[in-house]
């Protein structure tokens, strides 16, 4: 899997956008970008991915650049509840790329 | 189940012992994975399971550790003689087979050696 770059943590205040970034320089043509996000004492769970366009969930946005070196995930209007780490991986999809390595993400906290 | 389903979710043990790891993943979910997370640290991947088969065992740490799926369903990972070094949360997810955005993870189990 290629590597990702992301900052330690980062800070929003409730109601604003939060906008992560994510640095994949190394992507592959066949691979994904997926985020993860995991909240204190809770298991990962999946946002949203993508592999060249930008994307929309009821969660969260994901932007890819063009040349899809890099990407952010953009939560609209955070929440405290959005406080978590939040991992970006790349990886390819299906077969037997099967397995999702995580760093060790952006700590996001959403403050009132 | 609704979702993937660990226990115990705490675990205290003494060093030396032996302890047993249960993950009920979703219902038809045929793929499987154990993760281990340490305080304060990513999540290390350790085995996954197509089906009742163990095709990457490569994260395990040692010959500690073990694990095994039976039915198509239901996982046990298994550490003997714990180490206070195996103290840590024991994640499981659960997915359709390829579907790396379809992982669903458990709350997981915390274990801790003494």
């Known amino acids: 899997d290629a590597k990702t770059t992301q900052p330690t943590s980062m800070d929003c205040a409730e109601g604003r956008a939060a906008n992560l970034p994510c640095n994949h320089s190394t992507i592959s043509g066949n691979e994904y970008v997926y985020w993860y996000r995991q909240i204190h004492s809770q298991g990962p769970q999946y946002i949203i991915h993508g592999l060249k366009n930008n994307e929309t969930n009821e969660m969260a946005s994901l932007i890819i650049t063009e040349d899809r070196k890099s990407s952010t995930l953009i939560l609209p209007h955070a929440t405290l509840r959005d406080t978590a780490v939040y991992y970006c991986?790349?990886?390819?999809?299906?077969?037997?790329?099967?397995?999702?390595?995580f760093g060790k993400g952006t700590l996001l906290t959403v403050n009132p | 189940g609704a979702g993937v389903s660990q226990s115990p979710s705490n675990k205290v043990t003494e060093k030396g012992k032996d302890v047993e790891l249960r993950c009920d993943p979703i219902s038809g979910h045929t793929a499987l994975y154990w993760y281990r997370q340490r305080l304060g640290q990513g999540l290390e991947f350790l085995i996954y399971?197509?089906?009742?088969?163990?095709?990457?065992k490569s994260g395990l740490p040692s010959d500690r550790f073990s694990a095994e799926r039976t039915g198509e369903s239901v996982s046990t990972l298994t550490i003997q003689r714990t180490q206070q070094e195996d103290s840590a949360v024991y994640l499981c997810?659960?997915?359709?087979?390829?579907?790396?955005?379809?992982?669903?993870f458990g709350s997981g189990t915390r274990l801790t050696v003494v």
């Open positions: 399971f197509q089906g009742n088969s163990a095709p990457d």
């Open positions: 991986i790349v990886s390819a999809s299906g077969g037997s790329n099967y397995k999702l390595t």
């Open positions: 997810a659960s997915s359709w087979t390829g579907q790396t955005h379809g992982y669903t």
